[in-house]
Nanobody, 114 residues
Framework: VQLQASGGGLVQPGGFLRLSCAASGSGFRVNEMGWYLQAPGKQRELVASLTSSGTTKYADSVKGRFTISRDNGKNTVYLQMNSLKPEDTALYYC?????????WGRGTQVTVSS
């Protein structure tokens, strides 16, 4: 399984970005896909996740601002990030979990600054 993340960039506070993560490969069944962030000097932490049954989970810090969604046909997960704040600045990673393991994509940098 390979994950290709995109959509990061530099945005002003209050702005928005949409991250995408496309999964490719064969013979896997997705249980859950999600986004994690890692700020410099800190541990990686959950931003949002979405199970195959449609259950979502969000970090308290992004509730009401970020929305996770998925295109099942394309095995792609999205993270719509609105009302961005400087504290959202981090490297964002996509994760895909199957019944037998988890896969990570390369991070995509999100920088929120004026």
């Amino acid at each position: 399984v390979q994950l290709q993340a995109s959509g990061g960039g530099l945005v002003q506070p209050g702005g928005f970005l949409r991250l995408s993560c496309a999964a490719s490969g064969s013979g896997f069944r997705v249980n859950e896909m999600g986004w994690y962030l890692q700020a410099p000097g800190k541990q990686r932490e959950l931003v949002a996740s979405l199970t195959s049954s449609g259950t979502t989970k969000y970090a308290d810090s992004v509730k009401g601002r970020f929305t996770i969604s998925r295109d099942n046909g394309k095995n792609t997960v999205y993270l719509q990030m609105n009302s961005l704040k400087p504290e959202d600045t981090a490297l964002y990673y996509c994760k895909l979990a199957t019944r037998v393991g988890a896969y990570w994509g390369r991070g995509t940098q999100v920088t929120v600054s004026s």
